[in-house]
Every structure is written in C-alpha cells, then in structure tokens.
C-alpha cells in the first residue's frame, strides 16, 4: 500500500512519555501465568515484552491504551512503526470503551524496523480469541487501542514500538 496522504499520530512514543496511559492485560484474568511489561529503551521508544505462558489455560499477555474518540473519516489504515522478534503480534482497537468485542488484524514482524500497514476495514470483529459473525471494521471513530501477544506454546516476546498513526493509503 502507497500511503497518499500525511498520518495522523494516535500514538508517539518517547523518552519523557507517560506509560501509565497503557494497561497491562495478561492472561491471568482467566487463570493463565504469562507476563508482559511495558517499559522505555534508551531511544525512547516503547518496548512491549514478556513470556507468554501455556500453564493454567493462558497464553496471552497485551497492552492497551484508552483514548479520547479518534476519528478516522479521512483514513483508512495504520502505520505501525515497529521492530519485532519476527513473531507475529495483533493490533486491537474497541469503537467504544463499553464494547465487549475488540477489532483485530494479525501481523508478522521481520526482526528489522519496519513500518506496517494495517487496513481498517480488514480489522475483524472478535471476542476472547473468536471471530464474530460481524461486519469488519466500518466505524467512524474508535476509544482503544492495544497489542496483544498470543502463543499456543512457551514463548519470550518483544516488540519494540516508535509510533502508532492514521494513514490514508492506496
């Protein structure tokens, strides 16, 4: 996809950012062990790390981020500006705070930084790890924003992350 038009930043992060904006969400709300954290590197940017555990029925660990409405009108997807472990991660966002179910897309990352593009409308409704029989993303605005790191087996993750944004693409 050929962005066309300058992004509009949900998120940025830096040196002197707040993390306490960002929740941690981690498996053990459902009986599970896995542990994430997220914490700054020297550069400034956002590093979403931990152990996915498989014990007790887990196997997740995410991060979230509520906001004010961010309107999306004049967007239609997002650039995630990002270094993984070449593990794949899922974006998430919520239309509304109140809503149970989240919008979702898988991602694969390189192991290099990279910026990777997520089109709104191929965001699939889910609830706990099942597709909805619901239309994909089709909303004006949506409250959230996370990332979730899930794993049928053992595993260590880490995803470093600059910048979250809108962008208008071909």
């Not at 940017?45 to 961010?70: A, D, T």
């Not at 999306?72 to 472990?85: E, P």
């Not at 990352?109 to 699939?124: A, D, N, Q, R, Y």
């Amino acid at each position: 996809m050929n962005i066309i038009q300058p992004n509009a930043v949900v998120y940025q992060f830096h040196k002197s950012c707040n993390l306490q904006q960002w929740e941690m969400v981690n498996d053990a709300v459902m009986g599970g062990m896995s542990g994430g954290k997220l914490s700054l590197n020297t550069s400034g940017n956002g590093v979403f790390s931990g152990h996915v555990s498989i014990k007790n029925n887990g196997g997740f660990s995410s991060i979230q981020c509520r906001l004010n409405p961010i309107v999306v009108q004049d967007f239609n997807a997002f650039a995630l500006r990002i270094k993984g472990d070449g593990s794949v991660f899922q974006l998430r966002i919520k239309h509304a705070q109140t809503d149970r179910h989240s919008y979702i897309y898988n991602f694969k990352t390189s192991g290099e930084w990279e910026t990777v593009t997520i089109p709104l409308t191929k965001m699939t409704a889910s609830f706990r790890g099942y597709q909805l029989n619901i239309s994909n993303f089709n909303k004006t605005s949506f409250e959230q924003i996370g990332i979730l790191k899930a794993s049928k087996s053992e595993a260590d993750f880490k995803l470093s992350i600059d910048s979250i944004a809108l962008v208008k693409c071909k």
